[in-house]
Nanobody
């Protein structure tokens, strides 16, 4: 059974950077997808990025395009989310989510129901 554990959150000033990590276990490395979601206080959880491990195809939410980069390290079974040029509106709890299937990026956003396994979340706070 797939499990994901995320880490790397913290407090950073506007314009700063953070790298989140998601360690994946219990899955065939080349046949699934990892997504990143976030939830700010009082707001719904939203998808922000996703990567398919078979072809490394990626998807980004418009608000993070050009600032966030998703990548994977096969040897470490880890997916990273590099976040640059952070803004106060990026403040949220960030969740790593795993899907046992690849995600087809036809819709405007990735959907929570496409993912079966969720991490506990890591807090990202961007001060102004």
């Amino acid at each position: 059974e797939m499990e994901v554990v995320e880490s790397g959150g913290g407090l950073v000033q506007t314009g700063g950077s953070l790298r989140l990590s998601c360690v994946v276990s219990g899955a065939s490395w080349d046949d699934y997808a990892i997504g990143w979601f976030r939830q700010a206080p009082g707001k719904e959880r939203e998808g922000i990025s996703c990567i398919n491990t078979d072809d490394h195809s990626t998807w980004y939410r418009d608000s993070v395009k050009g600032r966030f980069t998703i990548s994977m390290d096969n040897a470490k079974n880890t997916v990273f989310l590099q976040m640059n040029s952070l803004k106060p509106e990026d403040t949220a709890i960030y969740y790593c989510a795993g899907s046992v299937h690849r995600i087809e990026f036809y819709e405007p956003t990735i959907q929570q129901f496409e993912f079966q396994t969720w991490g506990q979340g890591t807090q990202v706070t961007v001060s102004s």
